[in-house]
C-alpha cells in the first residue's frame, strides 16, 4: 500500500507570512511528486510538481523535495487570504497518481 | 468553454437503485480517470482509461462498472448503492498517461439515503 501523508491541519498563518505544507510518501521508487490546492466544494488543481532532488520555484510558490527522507514540502511566501483552500499532495508511481488527505490552510487578514 | 465537464453536478439516491455519472473532455486528452474523494478530503483513483482502454482497475466493489465509448468520454455506472458510496467523484483527464498535470472535472456530490 503505498502511502502519502500530510498533517491535516488547520494551519493558520497572518497575510503576509510564509505557509509551510510537508508530505511524506512510503514508496521509494516515487518519481514525481504533486502539489494540488482545492478552495472548498470545488475541484483540485496542479499548483507545481517537481521530481528533481532540491528546490523549484513558481512565483510565491517553492516546492522542496528530498528524496533520501521521502519528503517534499511546498512552501507559500507573503502569503494572501485568497491561499486559503485544502493543499494536497500526491506522488507518482507508474501510471498511479497517490494523493494525500490534504492539509487546511487558513491565511488570517 | 468547460474542459472537463460532468453531470449531474448533484445526486441524491436511496440505497439499491442503480445510477450512473457521465463526464466529457473537449481538450482532445487520451487519457480520463475517475477519482472518489470521502468526506475526509482523501482523493483516491479508481479507475483510468488510455483511448477507450482500461489501463488502472484499482480495488472497487464490482458495483462500480466505468465505460468509454470514445476518448473524450468516461461514464461511471453504480449498482446497488450504498450508504459508504456518498462522496463527491471527480473526472478528470490528461494529455497521456504519463503526463504530469491532470484536469479535474467539477464534480459529482453523490449522496445515498
Known amino acids: 500500500q503505498k502511502e502519502v501523508e500530510q498533517n491535516s491541519g488547520p494551519l493558520s498563518v497572518p497575510e503576509g507570512a510564509i505557509a509551510s505544507l510537508n508530505c511524506t510518501y512510503s514508496?521509494?521508487?516515487?518519481?514525481?511528486f504533486f502539489w494540488y490546492r482545492q478552495y472548498s466544494g470545488k475541484s483540485p488543481e496542479l499548483i507545481m510538481f517537481?521530481?528533481?532532488?532540491g528546490d523549484k520555484e513558481d512565483g510565491r510558490f517553492t516546492a522542496q523535495l528530498n528524496k533520501a527522507s521521502q519528503y517534499v514540502s511546498l512552501l507559500i511566501r507573503d502569503s494572501q487570504p485568497s491561499d486559503s483552500a485544502t493543499y494536497l499532495c500526491?506522488?507518482?508511481?507508474?501510471?498511479?497518481?497517490?494523493f494525500g488527505t490534504g492539509t487546511s490552510l487558513t491565511v488570517i487578514p | 468553454d468547460t474542459a472537463v465537464s460532468q453531470t449531474p453536478k448533484y445526486l441524491v439516491t436511496q440505497m439499491g437503485n442503480d445510477k450512473s455519472i457521465k463526464c466529457e473532455q473537449n481538450?482532445?486528452?487520451?487519457?480520463m480517470y475517475w477519482y472518489k474523494q470521502d468526506s475526509k478530503k482523501f482523493l483516491k483513483i479508481m479507475f483510468s482509461?488510455?483511448?477507450?482502454?482500461?489501463?488502472i482497475n484499482e480495488t472497487v466493489p464490482n458495483r462500480f462498472s466505468p465505460k468509454s465509448p470514445d476518448k473524450a468520454h468516461l461514464n461511471l455506472h453504480i449498482n446497488s448503492l450504498e450508504l459508504g458510496d456518498s462522496a463527491v467523484y471527480f473526472c478528470?483527464?490528461?494529455?497521456?498517461?504519463?503526463?504530469?498535470?491532470?484536469?479535474f472535472g467539477p464534480g459529482t456530490r453523490l449522496t445515498v439515503l
Open positions: 478528470a483527464s490528461s494529455i497521456s498517461p504519463l503526463y504530469n498535470e491532470q484536469f
Open positions: 514508496d521509494r521508487g516515487s518519481q514525481s
Open positions: 517537481i521530481y528533481s532532488n
Open positions: 500526491a506522488v507518482r508511481g507508474g501510471n498511479q497518481f497517490y
Open positions: 481538450l482532445g486528452h487520451d487519457t
Open positions: 482509461y488510455n483511448n477507450k482502454e482500461l489501463i
